[in-house]
């Protein structure tokens, strides 16, 4: 394998359940050989089919796909700009897929290669959203009855969804919503699950930005009583010097970073103690090798791991998060999308969900691979969705 290097560099566009996906495809000189990573940015995912296509796919041929390191290093400075949203997610697909093809010739699972295991599976959770508290508690039973045990509980959705609206003439288009109307709703919600399914299940909540970082620290400490695993995103990326105050203010929990792109942005609050859970998208920081260096970054600092796991992660992205979570330390939580039939036709080798634990498969490499002919049939659609264009009762544009 000494003579191996890399032939061919193919991206696969492909929407199984209507959500973009973006998927790069290494093969090698060794026939038969390939690997498979994940590059989602659904919103933008053109732009990352074109940075591989056009750019890193001549950066990367006749190169040996074994030098993983080197590759990631010299392709993140390729541009001389870097650490933007759609570079790093074209270089995860890359990394990802490399990770996959040296698993692959060793014969092992990723995981044996970072470490080997911490523990059999990891613990997920999932989302249990709801017109009212009494639909949301519904859901949160059935989610139970599935042996799930940590659950993440919206009424709306994000921001909430039904507040009556206070609003000018004339208003724009957009994804309405109340801060105010959301906030005084959400200790609510839990009073009523906490007082309807007790306290031997552990329950989440994602602000999603969707508040100003004063609100979003009273709301953190109204959430005290009810014991929160975790409060995901109380602020946004250019509110990080908020965090200071915030955990002055409240012991609520806090889970941070799926719209982290820099390393300048989880670095503080990590040394600084600010968060307890770091949630970045794995695609959105470069791939597996920074992410398991971010790991190690965080168990120094008792941070745990909560990786970003909705439904713009492809099922390749899904499993690398899991090679990561059950050979690290200081995991904490995987947040679950679930792969419904058609997904799992396209993408063979899904991991699978088991009593509230997603387990690995032992196939080596990432375990998973790709139907071409399948994921044909999924067209993408290059429309935005309507979430991405909130908007508060007056119309002004705010953080989606």
Not at 67 to 91: H, T
Not at 131 to 141: C, P, S
Not at 361 to 379: R, V
Request: aromatic residues 10%; charged residues 20%; contains cysteine.
């Amino acid at each position: 394998m000494s003579n191996l290097t890399i032939r061919d560099v193919n991206v696969i566009l492909t929407a199984p359940e209507g959500i973009n996906l973006v998927v790069v495809k290494i093969e090698t000189s060794e026939p038969g050989l390939y690997g498979l990573g994940c590059a989602t940015f659904t919103q933008r995912y053109l732009a990352v089919a074109t940075a591989i296509e056009q750019y890193l796919k001549p950066f990367l041929i006749g190169k040996d796909p074994h030098r993983i390191e080197d590759i990631w290093q010299s392709a993140m400075v390729s541009s001389y700009w870097r650490n933007g949203p759609v570079l790093n997610n074209a270089l995860s697909g890359v990394d990802m897929a490399l990770w996959d093809i040296k698993g692959k010739s060793a014969g092992l699972p990723v995981y044996q290669l970072l470490g080997g295991k911490c523990r059999e599976a990891a613990a997920v959770y999932r989302h249990a959203d709801g017109r009212d508290e009494h639909e949301v508690e519904d859901n949160v039973r059935k989610y139970m009855e599935q042996g799930i045990h940590y659950i993440r509980c919206q009424m709306g959705g994000y921001g909430g969804r039904g507040h009556q609206l206070r609003q000018p003439e004339n208003p724009l288009p957009g994804a309405y919503f109340d801060p105010n109307a959301y906030a005084r709703s959400v200790p609510r919600l839990f009073g009523h699950v906490r007082n309807a399914v007790g306290w031997e299940v552990e329950l989440l909540h994602d602000i999603h930005e969707r508040l100003v970082p004063i609100e979003a620290i009273r709301l953190a400490k109204q959430l005290e009583p009810y014991r929160l695993f975790f409060l995901e995103d109380p602020l946004a990326p250019e509110q990080l010097d908020w965090f200071e105050t915030m955990r002055g203010q409240t012991a609520t929990p806090i889970a941070m970073g799926e719209l982290f792109t820099h390393p300048r942005e989880w670095t503080p609050l990590i040394a600084g103690r600010l968060i307890d859970f770091i949630r970045c998208h794995i695609s959105a920081i470069g791939g597996l090798t920074p992410a398991k260096k971010l790991a190690s970054l965080c168990e120094a600092f008792s941070v745990r791991t909560a990786w970003h796991g909705p439904g713009d992660v492809s099922p390749v992205g899904h499993a690398a998060n899991l090679h990561l979570d059950v050979s690290s330390i200081n995991f904490g939580i995987q947040e679950w999308y679930g792969f419904s039939e058609r997904i799992q036709e396209v993408f063979p080798g899904c991991p699978q969900l088991r009593n509230g634990f997603a387990y690995p498969n032992d196939k080596p490499g990432l375990g998973i691979d790709l139907d071409e002919k399948k994921a044909a049939d999924y067209p993408c659609d290059n429309r935005l969705p309507a979430w991405t264009l909130a908007r508060t009762p007056d119309g002004t544009s705010v953080r989606p």
